[in-house]
């Protein structure tokens, strides 16, 4: 990790990808997988977990192919081929074959879609405010994917992710915005979920026949006052995979893992250690 930007970690060819990722912690491998939000990085959505988890395990945070600092390759079709790729790519690159997965957002919809792929090398699955279902897109995540870059915008875009206003700081919002507009950056992140973005959401999707097969054990995590992705859809995720557990955070909004640190971290460690 460099002094000048904690977003940068290790380095690490993923494939034909130059990967930018955080490797903490020993013992069996868990490996997090961040939201779409514009500038994000896995330092940025898992900074305040990846400490605490690493206590017990070993885990691994990498930027996707497209965001932060990991390569975002000219004329990238970017979609769950490319983004699920990557993930084998980089498991096979630092000698993992089998992990738990942690995904957040569109990361959970990446792990639902690694599982199914690659189901052997999967143990449980963490799924927090999770896309990969379905459903009508809302004015959040319409919001989050047709950002243009502005402190405004993006202080709109925390007010919509957190239930708890006192999270999002005028500083805050220039950090993340001066995030987003780093070279390439919002290129790449314009070029991923271009209107209509209900197409997007839904490319992103798994088939609903084939997660009811899934045999993995699943923690199912999510805000009550998500405006980005419905409660609803983890509800229906939790209904659907067979050997699920929910947990609902009320005065919570699409930050789990920041507005309830403390709770979330320890909720996922005691269901990866059991």
């Given at each position: 990790?460099?002094?000048?930007?904690?977003?940068?970690?290790?380095?690490?060819?993923a494939?034909?990808?130059?990967?930018?990722?955080?490797?903490?912690?020993?013992?069996?491998?868990?490996?997090m997988?961040?939201?779409?939000?514009?500038?994000?990085?896995a330092?940025?959505?898992?900074?305040?977990?990846?400490?605490?988890?690493?206590?017990?395990?070993?885990?691994?945070?990498?930027d996707?192919?497209?965001?932060g600092?990991?390569?975002?390759?000219?004329?990238?079709v970017?979609?769950?081929?490319?983004?699920?790729?990557?993930?084998?790519?980089?498991?096979?690159?630092?000698?993992?074959?089998r992990?738990?997965l942690v995904?957040?957002s569109?990361?959970?919809?990446?792990?639902?879609?690694?599982?199914?792929?690659?189901?052997?090398?999967?143990?449980?699955?963490?799924?927090?405010?999770s896309?990969?279902?379905?459903?009508?897109i809302?004015?959040?995540?319409e919001?989050?994917?047709?950002?243009?870059?502005?402190?405004a915008?993006m202080?709109?875009?925390?007010?919509?992710?957190?239930?708890?206003?006192?999270?999002?700081?005028?500083?805050?919002?220039?950090?993340?915005?001066r995030a987003s507009?780093?070279?390439?950056?919002?290129?790449?992140?314009?070029?991923?979920?271009?209107?209509?973005?209900?197409?997007?959401?839904?490319?992103?999707?798994?088939?609903?026949?084939?997660?009811?097969?899934?045999?993995?054990?699943a923690l199912?995590?999510?805000g009550?006052?998500?405006?980005?992705i419905?409660?609803?859809?983890?509800?229906?995720?939790?209904?659907?995979?067979p050997d699920?557990?929910?947990?609902?955070?009320?005065?919570?909004?699409?930050?789990?893992?920041?507005?309830h640190?403390?709770r979330?971290?320890?909720l996922?460690?005691?269901?990866?250690a059991?």
């Open positions: 990790m460099t002094d000048s930007n904690p977003e940068i970690g290790r380095s690490i060819m494939g034909p990808l130059r990967t930018n990722y955080h490797d903490q912690g020993a013992g069996d491998p868990v490996v997988i961040h939201g779409s939000g514009p500038g994000v990085s330092w940025a959505n898992w900074r305040l977990n990846i400490g605490p988890l690493a206590a017990t395990r070993r885990v691994i945070a990498p996707m192919v497209g965001f600092f990991t390569d975002r390759p000219e004329g990238a970017y979609g769950k081929d490319l983004w699920v790729r990557h993930l084998v790519d980089l498991m096979d690159a630092l000698g993992v074959d992990a738990d995904g957040n569109f990361g959970g919809a990446l792990a639902l879609a690694f599982a199914l792929r690659h189901p052997d090398r999967v143990r449980r699955l963490v799924l927090m405010g896309a990969g279902l379905s459903f009508p809302t004015p959040g995540l919001a989050v994917w047709g950002y243009t870059p502005s402190i915008a202080r709109g875009l925390l007010d919509i992710f957190a239930y708890d206003r006192t999270l999002v700081s005028d500083e805050l919002a220039e950090l993340r915005y507009i780093r070279p390439g950056f919002q290129e790449s992140f314009a070029a991923m979920f271009p209107a209509p973005r209900q197409i997007a959401l839904d490319a992103l999707a798994s088939d609903e026949a084939a997660l009811a097969a899934l045999p993995h054990r199912v995590v999510h009550r006052e998500d405006r980005v419905p409660p609803e859809a983890s509800q229906r995720l939790f209904a659907l995979l699920a557990e929910l947990h609902m955070f009320g005065h919570c909004g699409h930050w789990t893992q920041i507005e640190t403390a979330f971290n320890r996922v460690s005691d269901f990866l059991e």
